[in-house]
């Protein structure tokens, strides 16, 4: 009988799997509320489009501080989280040990949830976010 590559998937290894990528795809569509409620706080609009049923004077603005950093932390979760779940994914198709793959998915979902806050919701520095 023919063995295909999903059949090397641990269930309970791929149900931490799928609860952790839930968790950081509800995060993303969060930041992605969060982004769009900030531009309407501000009046931090990045078209015409978007400023005309506010105004027929208001312009584009695309310099707001506030703005920018929420973005740019959603943009990072894009950059990250989307690889990590094809590279989590492949690791797990590798038959690992369970404890240490759950651990490491853990680890990894919790970082960018942590990356997240000090990026874009409390402010540190550099050497912080590093951290």
């Not at 990045?46 to 208001?58: G, Q, R, V």
């Not at 932390?73 to 690992?96: K, M, Q, S, V």
Request: glycine share 2%; aromatic share 12%; charged share 20%.
């Amino acid at each position: 009988m023919t063995k295909f590559f999903f059949d090397n998937l641990d269930d309970e290894l791929f149900r931490t799997y799928a609860f952790w990528s839930a968790i950081l795809v509800v995060k993303m569509l969060a930041i992605t509320q969060w982004t769009s409620e900030m531009r309407g706080r501000k009046q931090a609009f990045h078209s015409i489009e978007d400023t005309s049923y506010k105004s027929a004077t208001l312009q584009p603005k695309f310099d707001d501080p506030d703005v920018e950093r929420i973005r740019r932390a959603h943009r990072n979760d894009l950059e990250n989280i989307l690889p990590f779940f094809l590279a989590a994914l492949l690791y797990l198709l590798t038959g690992p040990s369970p404890a240490i793959a759950a651990n490491l998915i853990r680890v990894a979902a919790v970082a960018r949830i942590c990356h997240s806050v000090v990026y874009a919701v409390y402010v540190l520095p550099q050497p912080a976010r590093f951290l």
